[in-house]
């Protein structure tokens, strides 16, 4: 079992940088590949990135390609996503998920509650 919660969402100019966070409990944590999506209103949930269990391996969406990074320390049980050069169009609700290495939204197992980001022009 896992339970996600997800922190450092917020409000930022474009072309800001923003660091979100998703920190994990549960004991199966460092074996789950892991993902980021994201909501806008009135929006389907989209994929943003994946990474696997040990962090060598990545994808992201064409959309914020060159401009996010996922990454992990299985160490702190906490997947990160850090956003560059942020512009409008990447306001959403991001939440984090756990389960699969896959841009999917229903092969993921495991949800957080979701943070806004909000990007200002």
């Known amino acids: 079992q896992v339970q996600l919660v997800e922190s450092g969402g917020g409000s930022v100019q474009a072309g800001g940088s923003l660091r979100l966070s998703c920190a994990a409990s549960?004991?199966?944590?460092?074996?789950?590949?892991m993902g980021w999506f994201r909501q806008a209103p009135g929006k389907e949930r989209e994929f943003v990135a994946t990474?696997?269990?040990?962090?060598?391996?990545?994808n992201y969406a064409d959309s914020v390609k060159g401009r996010f990074t996922i990454s992990r320390d299985n160490a702190k049980n906490t997947v990160y996503l850090q956003m560059n050069t942020l512009k409008p169009e990447d306001t959403a609700v991001y939440y984090c998920?756990?389960?699969?290495?896959?841009?999917?939204?229903?092969?993921?197992?495991?949800w957080g509650q979701g943070t806004q980001v909000t990007v200002s022009s």
């Open positions: 990474i696997n269990w040990s962090g060598g391996d990545t």
């Open positions: 998920a756990a389960g699969s290495y896959s841009s999917v939204v229903t092969d993921y197992r495991y």
């Open positions: 549960g004991r199966t944590f460092s074996r789950y590949p």
